[in-house]
C-alpha cells in the first residue's frame, strides 16, 4: 500500500502559509502577533476565529474548531486527508510522494495511528468489493442511489466470506496480525479451535453494504454495516475501539459540513440509509446517531456547527422515546441563541420515502413546520394527564421538574415556567420553589423618605487611570503561569516537542515523577507526551514548524482530549523557542536540586543514626557540591 511519508508532510505545512491558505476563504485582520476572523464554522457576529502565522494553526474560541492548513481545508472545503495534501502541494509546486508499507510497518505504529491506517486499509478494500459485486450495486440502485453519492460517502461491500481481509492483511493466523484487526473491530476471535488447532478468527462483517464512519476530519474510525436481503441484525456497527466511540460520533457529519453551513441548519436522523437517501434527494445536511441515544456531545459538536437542530424521527412510541432522550440530552446545554426543533413523520414514512412520495418541497415544508422544542416539552410534560384537576397538574409539575432543573438559567427556562404555571393555574414562584430553582433577581421598589432614615453621602473618589504598559497588555492575552510543575513541563512540551525528543534519562525520570506526585492521570499523560514527542519527525532547524504537525498527531492518541485542554490553555502564549528552553531547563533544574535535597535529608538521618556506609559518605560529598554549585 502507497501512503504518504509523516516528513513529507511536515515539509508540505512549512512551505504553505496558513494566513494565506485561510486568508482566500476568511476576512482576516492583524490583531497583535495572530490574525483574527469570523469563523467560516460557526456563526458568530464578533470575531472569534485566531490564526497563528508562528504556530501555523487556527483555533475558534467560539465553537473550538482548530487544525493545521491541511486540517483547514478539509473542514473548509470538505475534501479527504489525502486531497487536501494534494491541493496544498500543487498551490506550493511540490509533487506528492507514495511510499509502500505493508502490514508489519503499520503494526509497528503507534496503537492509534496503526488502527487509523488499518481502517483506512479496509475502507479502501470494501469499495474496490463494491464494484465488483454487481447484487450488491442494484441493491443500492434499487434505493436510489447512484454511483456519484456511493463515492460521496465511500460506500463499499463486505462479500460473503469469513476471511475477505487476509487478502490486504495477511493471514489471520498470525497473532500480530489478527491482535490489531480484533482491536479494530474487523475481525472476530471465535471460542475454541479449528479442525488444524488453530484459534477460530473471522470477518465481523459478511454480505453487507458498508458505511465508513469518518471522524471531523475524514479519517475512516469504523463501520456500519447493512444486510442486503433479510436477516438479523439489519445493521451491525463496530465495536468501541480507541478511535470510535458510539456517543461521541456522528455518522455524516464529515460529508455534510459544507451542506450544513450552506443551509443554515443540521437534520439528524436515525440511520445510515436516512442520510445517504436524503443527499441524494437534496438535503445533504443530513447526520445521524449510531444505533444509540443522542448525547449532549452529539448536540455540542452540531451546535458548534449551526445554530439550529431538527431532529427527525419515526412517529411511532420507538421515535417518541428517541426524540425525548434528545430534548433531555438538549436542555442542559442550551441558549437563547439556538433553535431546537422536533419533525415527526407519519409512521410508514422514513425520510427517504416520504420525499419520493411527496416530493422535496414538501418536505422542506415539514421541516419548516416541525414542533417547536417547546411544543415538544409541554406535550411530554402533559401528555396523559387531565390538567382540569389538580392530579392531573400535580403529575405535570412531577414531570417538568427535572427538565427544568437540568436548564441553565437562561430566559427560554423563565419562559418555559410561565407558560407552565398559565397551564397548570399556579405562579410562576411556586413552580420555581417545586423545582428548587433560584429564581430571578428582584429589583427592590424605591423606598419613601419617611421610611429611610438619613445618611451622609459621601463624594465619591476617583483616580486617574494610568495607561497600560506593554507588559500589563500581554499579561491579558497570554495564559497565566501553572502552579503545578508538571503542567508547566508539558505546556512547553505541547508547544515545542523538540524539547522532549532532547530530554535525558533522568529529566523524564524527574518529569515522570512530578506528574506522578499530582496524579496518575497526569503521569499518563506525562508519559504519553513524551513518547508523543519522542515518534514526531522534527525539523531541527525550525522548531516552531512542529507545532501544527504535532497538534494533528496528538489527535489521534487516546488522550486526545486531554491534550485538547491542554492547548486550549497555551494558545494565546508567543513565547519563543530559546524562551521555552530556557524555562525547561530551569523547571528541570528545580526539580533536580528538591530531588538532591530528599536524597542528602535521607543520607543524614543515616549518618545520624549511625547507619551510613562509605558509598552514603561519598553521595553525600557530591550532592553537597553539587547544591553549592547551584
Request: glycine share 8%; proline share 5%; charged share 25%.
Amino acid at each position: 500500500m502507497a501512503l504518504i511519508p509523516q516528513s513529507f508532510i511536515s515539509d508540505l505545512l512549512n512551505r504553505v502559509d496558513i494566513v494565506d491558505v485561510v486568508g482566500k476563504h476568511v476576512k482576516l485582520k492583524k490583531a497583535g502577533a495572530n490574525y483574527q476572523g469570523l469563523c467560516p464554522f460557526h456563526q458568530e457576529k464578533s470575531p472569534s476565529f485566531s490564526v497563528s502565522p508562528t504556530k501555523q494553526f487556527y483555533h475558534c474560541f467560539g465553537c473550538g474548531a482548530h487544525g493545521s492548513a491541511i486540517g483547514f481545508m478539509m473542514e473548509y472545503s470538505g475534501q479527504s486527508y489525502v486531497d487536501a495534501i494534494e491541493d496544498l502541494a500543487r498551490s506550493v509546486g511540490l509533487t506528492v510522494p507514495r511510499e509502500e508499507r505493508n502490514v508489519r510497518d503499520v503494526i509497528a505504529q503507534k496503537q492509534a495511528l496503526a488502527l487509523g491506517e488499518v481502517m483506512t486499509i479496509a475502507s479502501d478494500w470494501y469499495s474496490q468489493q463494491l464494484k465488483g459485486s454487481q447484487r450488491a450495486i442494484d441493491y443500492l440502485k434499487g434505493r436510489g442511489l447512484t454511483g456519484e453519492i456511493a463515492k460521496r460517502y465511500g460506500l463499499g461491500y463486505a462479500p460473503d466470506g469469513w476471511q475477505g481481509l487476509e487478502a490486504v492483511f495477511d493471514s489471520y493466523s498470525k497473532d500480530e496480525t489478527a491482535k490489531l484487526l480484533i482491536e479494530a473491530g474487523l475481525i472476530i476471535q471465535g471460542e475454541g479451535t479449528d479442525n488444524q488447532g488453530k484459534t477460530k478468527r473471522y470477518d465481523r462483517f459478511r454480505d453487507r453494504i458498508m458505511f465508513p464512519i469518518r471522524n471531523p476530519k475524514g479519517q475512516v474510525i469504523a463501520f456500519g454495516g447493512r444486510i442486503l436481503d433479510q436477516g438479523e441484525p439489519k445493521y451491525l456497527n463496530s465495536p468501541e475501539t480507541p478511535l470510535f466511540s458510539k456517543g461521541n460520533t456522528l455518522y455524516g457529519l464529515f460529508e455534510g459540513r459544507l451542506a450544513i453551513r450552506d443551509r443554515g441548519f443540521v437534520l439528524v436522523c436515525e440511520g445510515y440509509m436516512d442520510v445517504v437517501a436524503l443527499a441524494q434527494l437534496g438535503f445533504a445536511n443530513a447526520v445521524a446517531t449510531l444505533g444509540t441515544a443522542c448525547t449532549p456531545f452529539h448536540v455540542r459538536t452540531l451546535l458548534r456547527q449551526t445554530d439550529r437542530i431538527v431532529f427527525s424521527f419515526d412517529g411511532d412510541a420507538a421515535g417518541q422515546r428517541a426524540a425525548q432522550r434528545a430534548l433531555e440530552a438538549t436542555l442542559p446545554i442550551l441558549s437563547d441563541d439556538k433553535e431546537i426543533r422536533f419533525l415527526f413523520l407519519p409512521s410508514e414514512h422514513d425520510p427517504d420515502s416520504y420525499i419520493r412520495q411527496y416530493g422535496a418541497a414538501a418536505f422542506e415544508q415539514a421541516i419548516q413546520q416541525a414542533m417547536s422544542l417547546s411544543g415538544f416539552f409541554f406535550k411530554l410534560a402533559s401528555e396523559g394527564n387531565d390538567l382540569g384537576t389538580p392530579e392531573g397538574r400535580a403529575k405535570t409539575h412531577h414531570v417538568a421538574k427535572p427538565w427544568l432543573q437540568s436548564m441553565p438559567a437562561i430566559a427560554l427556562r423563565s419562559q418555559l415556567l410561565r407558560e407552565l404555571a398559565n397551564r397548570t393555574a399556579s405562579s410562576v414562584s411556586e413552580l420555581e420553589q417545586f423545582c428548587a430553582l433560584t429564581p430571578a433577581t428582584k429589583t427592590p421598589l424605591p423606598t419613601t423618605q419617611a421610611q429611610t432614615k438619613p445618611q451622609t453621602i459621601k463624594p465619591a473618589i476617583t483616580k486617574p487611570i494610568a495607561p497600560r504598559s506593554a507588559k500589563q497588555s500581554r499579561a491579558n492575552i497570554e495564559p497565566p503561569k501553572p502552579t503545578d510543575l508538571s503542567e508547566h513541563i508539558m505546556r512547553l512540551l505541547i508547544q515545542f516537542p523538540i524539547l522532549g525528543k532532547g530530554m535525558n534519562p533522568d529529566q523524564r525520570q524527574l518529569a515522570l515523577e512530578v506528574a506522578k506526585k499530582r496524579s496518575n492521570k497526569a503521569h499518563d499523560l506525562m508519559s504519553d507526551l513524551i513518547h508523543q514527542c519522542d515518534i514526531l519527525e522534527i525539523n531541527s532547524q525550525n522548531p516552531n514548524s512542529s507545532f501544527a504537525v504535532f497538534q494533528d498527531q496528538l489527535a489521534s492518541s487516546p488522550l486526545a482530549e486531554l491534550y485538547q485542554i491542554l492547548r486550549q490553555r497555551i494558545l494565546g502564549s508567543e513565547i519563543e523557542y530559546l524562551g521555552a528552553k530556557e524555562d525547561l531547563d530551569g523547571v528541570l533544574s528545580k526539580l533536580e536540586l528538591g530531588h538532591l535535597k530528599v536524597e542528602m535529608t535521607e543520607i543524614a538521618e543515616k549518618m545520624t543514626q549511625g547507619t551510613a556506609n562509605t558509598q552514603d559518605l561519598e553521595r553525600y560529598r557530591e550532592i553537597s557540591q553539587r547544591l553549592s554549585k547551584g
